[in-house]
């Protein structure tokens, strides 16, 4: 609304992301990477509150992400820039719930949301290609999770190939208490340490089949970089295996650690014995396209 009518504020799900793989295929010109990775939105989740019209605002509950650079207010920026509106206003509050730099998404996820539900609200009508095209300019995650759900995701991440959905399945998510950075992350990466998408098409032919997740096939390129150099999480992931989970695999730059499991019971006893240790895990699940794309109107 641009006649300064508030209109009813709503509320908005930016979904965190897992990758289920990640391979890193090489290095490009441009200094990024290539990558093929099978992305899964899960249902741990930020809150938008977004009301447009009005005053322009931002306020997030996270005192150091309540800046003029958040990719929640750049996003409404750039939307505004590429519909040539410097009139169009929105008052947005951000709840954190998905930990900031963990490989999540949840930075990425909160811009896509702000980009589906302004697009949206401002009655803009830009197309999904528009707002993809507009999100790459937020980060590599970000054009996926403008559609969500499970998906295929190659060049540095602003090739998107949406996939019918993956097995359902319940997770045991653990954010270590570091500090991992995504660019010396890569940067630490030797072509030795370059994949192929042999576990990636692996997976994927599983999901286009309908058929459970080879859960053997569930890999990370960059997990054994982060593991090695920050020993903690490496304790943290021995540990879950100790206690049990069948799998613990890094999602994107890390440190975020996940085991899947298809059933609650077991999930819910290795969360409970992870607290135990004081780990900070969160018991969560894969999260649908439909389901993304439906919290967002
Ligand atoms: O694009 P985004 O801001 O998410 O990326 C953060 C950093 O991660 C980049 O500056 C780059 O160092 C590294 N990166 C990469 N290759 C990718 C994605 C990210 O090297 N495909």
Known sequence: MSDG??????????????NLTLAVLGRRDDGYHRLASVMQTISLCDTLRIAVGGA?????????????????????????????????????ELHKEVPAQGGLGGGSSDAATALVTLNARWRLGLS?????????????????????????????????????????????????LVDVSTPAVF??????DYGDAADTE????????????????????????VLRAYPEVADIKKSLLDLGAPLVVMSGSGPSLFAPFRSLREAASLVERARGRHLNVWLCHSVTRAQVQAARE
């Not at 750049?74 to 040539?84: G, Q």
């Not at 999904?128 to 300019?137: D, K, P, Q």
């Open 187 to 192: 940067g630490a990466l030797t072509p030795a």
């Open 56 to 92: 322009d605002r931002f306020d997030c509950d996270v005192a150091a992400l309540a800046q003029p650079d958040n990719l929640v207010v750049r996003a409404a920026s750039l939307l505004r820039a590429e519909v040539a509106r410097p009139d169009l206003a929105a008052e947005i």
């Open 202 to 225: 692996a997976v994927i032919a599983a999901i286009r089949a309908e058929n459970p997740l080879p859960f053997e096939r569930l890999t990370n390129t960059l997990e054994r970089g």
């Open 5 to 18: 009518t508030v209109a009813t504020p709503i509320f908005a799900a930016a979904y965190a992301k897992i």
């Open 128 to 176: 999904l290609a528009r707002l993809e095209a507009l999100a790459a300019r937020l980060g590599s995650d970000t054009p996926y999770l403008i559609h969500g759900g499970t998906a295929r995701i190659e060049g540095r991440g602003e090739i998107v190939e949406p996939l019918p959905d993956a097995e359902p399945l319940w997770l045991a998510l653990v954010k270590p």
